[in-house]
Antibody, heavy 121, light 106 residues
């Protein structure tokens, strides 16, 4: 059974860089059939897609976050990571990692449990 | 940037049919996906490729997509279906979400 687990600091100071890692177990990130993505959800609000990465390193980013986001993949460790720079209180959210099929119309079919990141001094 | 619009809330009586819409420019020319999220839980994919149900999703969940509107239909709605529902444009490697719809079963 595929499992995804987010990890990283739960508290980040304003203007600093948020860094999270998603460990994938029960499957491999080195597959051509799936993207690996990050999605976030501010408290009490809706889902916001952040970006996806393919095992080769190709990335797709939300245009509204693109200037601050970097997603990378480490196939040797079966994990992928998110970096979001220059954070503000508006970046406080539960951050989810998830798997998505690469075929047109494929959705995020496996999700991590989510991790709350608070931006505060 | 591309935007998807959902009604904030929909109410339905148990056993009746609930319809949740998702509107976007020429959405019918793309693919739509739908997710269910219950309080304190991660989202669950209920529809992909406009109309397909993942394994384990009940048959009462169905989807359609045409013109500018995708629709999630829940037939014979049950109390356990009360949740937030999100559409997503899942046509390519990108994937904007709609704002979400709270489904109340009363």
């Amino acid at each position: 059974q595929l499992q995804l687990q987010e990890s990283g600091p739960g508290l980040v100071k304003p203007s600093e860089t948020l860094s999270l890692t998603c460990a994938v177990s029960g499957g491999s990130v080195s597959t051509s059939s799936y993207f690996w993505g990050w999605i976030r959800q501010p408290p009490g609000k809706g889902l916001e897609w952040i970006g996806n990465i393919y095992y080769s390193g190709s990335t797709f980013y939300n245009p509204s976050l693109k200037s601050r986001v970097t997603i990378s993949v480490d196939t040797s460790k079966s994990q992928f990571s998110l970096k979001l720079s220059s954070v503000t209180a508006a970046d406080t959210a539960v951050y989810y990692c998830a798997r998505r099929e690469t075929k047109r119309g494929g959705g995020f079919d496996y999700w991590g449990q989510g991790t709350l990141v608070t931006v505060s001094s | 940037s591309y935007e998807l619009t959902q009604p904030p809330s929909v109410s339905v009586s148990p056993g009746q049919t609930a319809s949740i819409t998702c509107s976007g420019d020429k959405l019918g020319e793309k693919y739509a996906c739908w997710y269910q999220q219950k309080p304190g839980q991660s989202p669950v994919l209920v529809i992909h490729q406009d109309t397909k149900r993942p394994s384990g999703i009940p048959e009462r969940f169905s989807g359609s997509n045409s013109g500018n509107t995708a629709t999630l239909t829940i037939s014979g709605t049950q109390a356990m279906d009360e949740a937030d529902y999100y559409c997503q444009a899942c046509d390519t490697g990108t994937g904007v979400f709609g704002g979400g719809t709270k489904l109340t079963v009363l």
